[in-house]
């Protein structure tokens, strides 16, 4: 259920900003990875220096893109 509604949010927000979709694409999939960090830490995860300059890099990324 879940899937099938971030499906539907991704196709109603391409209607909404079809003229960026390469922003879109990246900030939805740079919005993922932060929250899989988020989770990660709340649960306890260790990061390695390589996993969190992978954070730091997607965070760029938007920035940049803004």
Do not use: H, P, Q
């Amino acid at each position: 259920m879940v899937n099938l509604f971030s499906i539907f949010a991704i196709y109603n927000a391409l209607d909404v900003y079809a003229s960026k979709t390469a922003v879109f694409f990246t900030l939805n999939n740079v919005t993922v990875v932060v929250l899989s960090f988020i989770l990660g830490v709340s649960l306890g995860e260790k990061f390695t220096k390589r996993s969190l300059l992978g954070l730091a890099l997607a965070v760029i990324a938007i920035i940049l893109l803004g």
